[in-house]
């Protein structure tokens, strides 16, 4: 199976400049990555661009942003009000990189869209590696399935998510908000 390998930019390691991101994300792609991820909505265009324009691949992550949770109140359910759903479109829309809002912003945009709780109509779904073998000893969040449960093997698992994943079989509407 083909993985591709995308790397998340941590908190402090982008936000300084265009440079200071692009510093960090060819060191990543240095490193083995081959797209890499970053936080923010429509603050983040510059950025993103910059590093494209640069041969980097971005994944633009908007929404509930974990590394700017503190902003955010907390770790809230993004675009539930129809305000929040229209600024995480145009936060898609002006980056054109990234439910019923995920679906919305899914068809707004001619790139694809990748979901974590969002529902199954984006173009791909992740799970952070931790949840989806069940490694993380706190509270889980609704959108996470534990898919070691009842594997023989971490390979297992994961071929279990991709499988679940591609069957539309996962997310199923209990893991979506």
Known sequence: ANALVLADMPFGSFQESKEQAFRNAAR????GAQMVKLEGGAVMVETTRFLV???IPVCAHIGLTPQSVNTLGGYRVQ?????GADRLVA???????????AKR???ALSVPTIGIGAGPDVSGQVLVVY???????????????NFMAGA??????IEAYVQAVKAKAF?????CF
């Open 53 to 55: 324009d640069r041969g």
């Open 152 to 157: 023989p093997s971490v390979k297992a698992a």
């Open 171 to 175: 997310p199923a509407a209990e893991h």
């Open 79 to 83: 675009g539930k009000s129809d305000d």
């Open 131 to 145: 949840d989806m073998l069940d490694i993380y000893p706190d509270r889980k969040a609704r959108f996470v399935r």
């Open 105 to 107: 912003v899914t068809e």
């Open 28 to 31: 990543l792609m240095a490193a």
């Open 91 to 101: 936060d898609a829309k002006a980056l054109e990189a990234p439910a019923a809002v």
